[in-house]
């Protein structure tokens, strides 16, 4: 038995990229944000805050829900599985990325709020 799952909860970085690809069906690409706050060891050590970026991919309605509801600041819950893949570009070099491939989500920021911050990028742009 073998268990390929990840939870995350953090803030979108950006506008979600958003394609439609085969006769119509949805894929979008989240950057998602998780921060571990910075905190102090008995020693006195101060260990700082890190953020850890991850690059979120979902398909189908969930794609559609991302395009419609999800903005640069909302805060998101994604469930999903880590899939890594490799690729040389152009110039022979060779790539590695490991992404999120989401099964589920929750939008953790109100609709009222996620419209604000929608409507705020939109003037900031």
């Known amino acids: 038995m073998s268990l390929n799952k990840v939870m995350l909860i953090g803030n979108v970085g950006r506008e979600p990229e958003v394609r439609y690809v ?43 829900i991302v395009e419609r509801y999800v903005h640069k600041g909302d805060k998101l819950y994604v469930e999903g599985e880590l899939r890594t893949r490799e690729w040389t570009d152009k110039k022979g070099r060779e790539h590695t990325i490991t992404e999120v491939w989401a099964n589920n989500i929750e939008l953790l920021t109100s609709r009222a709020e996620s419209q604000a911050k929608a409507n705020s990028n939109a003037t900031n742009t």
Do not use: F
């Open 22 to 64: 085969d006769a119509g069906v949805a894929t979008a690409l989240v950057s998602l944000a998780t921060t571990t706050r910075a905190y102090r060891l008995q020693s006195g050590t101060e260990v700082p805050e890190r953020t850890e970026w991850h690059r979120i991919v979902l398909w189908r309605r969930l794609a559609e």
